[in-house]
Each structure stands twice: as structure tokens, then as C-alpha cells.
């Protein structure tokens, strides 16, 4: 067997092997281009009015070429709450755990929180709004739930027990009182932060704790009274 024909063969395989990675890469950023503009769109307008026709004239690439990568709709909104997570990490709980006392911990949570929210407005107005009208966000609201048992169960600790302390922090921490005390009340970051402190701690306050108060889980039977 001559060298050249050696020779030849090698740069014939060597040739395929670069176009099948030259491919692979062209897919993988195609993909890419599909989620930034699928993750611009739900920033700026909102997942329920994000249609297939904006994504591709966004991602300059035709319809099909998105259905090809996402064939479902579950798997694009996976895709770009992965990546919008990615870019915007919310507050680590964990971290909050080292923080002894309990409304030094309750403080930097909220402050951490709110920041995050400042960032992260109008992605997450636009997620809230249109989950109530499109099934598939149901992802986006399972991750909420994991998350915000997390920030519940570090602020909990070293608290006293009180009938009304998980549901005070549920609404200290939530996005719309933040939203609330921010736009309709005009605070700034600080002042909300203290004024949501002071929420948790007045409403518990003000509370016998061994008095049961009744919440709708308990009325329509879904879990036992605590």
C-alpha cells in the first residue's frame, strides 16, 4: 500500500471528523440563539405572548429549526429557566445560616431578596402573571416552591414557635410585597426591608401562640390542622 493512499485517507477522515464537529458546533449554537431569544422575549412581553414566529425572527432562524430543537414546549421553558438561573442566581439560604440572631438573618435575607428582585422585575412579573393562564410554568412554580421552603426553614430557626410566623414570612419575603412596598409605597430598598422586619415581628408579637388560626389548607381538607 502506497504512503499517498495512506496519506489520502487520513486527511479524508480527518476532513469528516472537523465537519461533524463544525456541525455540532453550528447545532450547538443555534440552540443557544433559540434560548437567549426565548429568554429575551419572556423578559420583555412575557412567556404567554412569546410566540414560535417571534423566537425564530429573534434567533434569525426559521420555525422549523425551533421546533427541531424543542419539540415541546416543557422543554424550551426547561431550557430557559436553566439559563436565566444560570445568569441570575438568586440568594444562597445556606448562606444566611451562618447569621445567629434571628432578625440579623431575617435583614440580610430580605436585603439579599430584594436585590434580587430589583434585577430580575420584569422576568419575574411576566412569570407570575401569565403562569395563572399557561399550565406549562408549572415548572417555574415547582422551583419557586423548593426555593421558598429553603429561605422559610432558615428563617424559622431560633425563632420562637408562633401560629402566625410561617405565614408572616411567606409574605415578607414574596416578590409582590416587595412590589408593593417599592412602587405603591415608594420605599427604598432599605425602608422596605425594616418595614418588613417589623411586619414579622409585630404580627407574631400580637399573636398568642398556642391559639390555632385557621388557614385555607385546613378548611378545604388538603392537610391537617398544625
Same mark, same amino acid.
Given at each position: &500500500?502506497?504512503?499517498?493512499?495512506?496519506?489520502?485517507?487520513?486527511?479524508?477522515?480527518?476532513?469528516?471528523?472537523?465537519?461533524?464537529?463544525?456541525?455540532?458546533?453550528?447545532?450547538?449554537?443555534?440552540?443557544?440563539?433559540?434560548?437567549? #431569544? $426565548?429568554?429575551?422575549? =419572556?423578559?420583555?412581553?412575557?412567556?404567554?405572548? $412569546?410566540?414560535?414566529?417571534?423566537? #425564530?425572527?429573534?434567533?434569525?432562524?426559521?420555525?422549523?429549526?425551533?421546533?427541531? =430543537?424543542?419539540?415541546?414546549?416543557?422543554?424550551?421553558?426547561?431550557?430557559?429557566?436553566? =439559563?436565566?438561573?444560570?445568569?441570575?442566581?438568586?440568594?444562597?439560604?445556606?448562606?444566611?445560616?451562618?447569621?445567629?440572631?434571628?432578625?440579623?438573618?431575617?435583614?440580610? #435575607?430580605?436585603?439579599?431578596?430584594?436585590?434580587?428582585?430589583? *434585577?430580575?422585575?420584569? &422576568?419575574?412579573?411576566?412569570?407570575?402573571?401569565? *403562569?395563572?393562564?399557561?399550565?406549562?410554568?408549572?415548572?417555574?412554580?415547582?422551583?419557586?416552591?423548593?426555593?421558598?421552603?429553603?429561605? $422559610?426553614?432558615?428563617?424559622?430557626?431560633?425563632?420562637? #414557635?408562633?401560629?402566625?410566623?410561617?405565614?408572616?414570612? $411567606?409574605?415578607?419575603?414574596?416578590?409582590?410585597?416587595?412590589?408593593? &412596598?417599592?412602587?405603591?409605597?415608594?420605599?427604598?430598598?432599605?425602608?422596605?426591608?425594616?418595614?418588613?422586619?417589623?411586619?414579622?415581628?409585630?404580627?407574631?408579637?400580637?399573636?398568642? *401562640?398556642?391559639?390555632?388560626?385557621?388557614?385555607?389548607?385546613?378548611?378545604?381538607?388538603?392537610?391537617?390542622?398544625?
Amino acid at each position: &500500500m502506497s504512503n499517498s493512499f495512506i496519506i489520502d485517507v487520513r486527511e479524508m477522515t480527518e476532513k469528516r471528523t472537523y465537519t461533524k464537529h463544525r456541525r455540532a458546533e453550528s447545532e450547538a449554537e443555534t440552540r443557544a440563539h433559540i434560548i437567549e #431569544a $426565548t429568554v429575551a422575549l =419572556h423578559e420583555e412581553v412575557g412567556p404567554a405572548r $412569546t410566540t414560535i414566529a417571534a423566537i #425564530a425572527e429573534r434567533a434569525g432562524v426559521h420555525r422549523p429549526t425551533v421546533y427541531r =430543537h424543542f419539540p415541546t414546549v416543557e422543554g424550551l421553558l426547561g431550557a430557559c429557566s436553566g =439559563h436565566w438561573v444560570e445568569l441570575h442566581p438568586p440568594p444562597d439560604p445556606a448562606s444566611w445560616a451562618a447569621v445567629d440572631d434571628p432578625d440579623e438573618r431575617l435583614c440580610r #435575607a430580605l436585603d439579599e431578596l430584594f436585590a434580587y428582585y430589583e *434585577a430580575t422585575e420584569a &422576568m419575574t412579573r411576566n412569570v407570575l402573571r401569565d *403562569a395563572a393562564v399557561m399550565p406549562e410554568l408549572e415548572i417555574y412554580g415547582d422551583q419557586f416552591r423548593e426555593y421558598f421552603a429553603a429561605v $422559610t426553614e432558615v428563617l424559622l430557626a431560633g425563632r420562637a #414557635a408562633d401560629s402566625l410566623l410561617e405565614p408572616a414570612l $411567606t409574605l415578607a419575603t414574596a416578590f409582590e410585597t416587595w412590589q408593593t &412596598m417599592t412602587q405603591r409605597a415608594d420605599l427604598e430598598r432599605a425602608g422596605a426591608v425594616a418595614l418588613a422586619v417589623a411586619l414579622v415581628n409585630g404580627v407574631t408579637r400580637a399573636t398568642d *401562640a398556642t391559639t390555632p388560626i385557621p388557614r385555607r389548607r385546613d378548611v378545604d381538607g388538603r392537610h391537617d390542622s398544625h
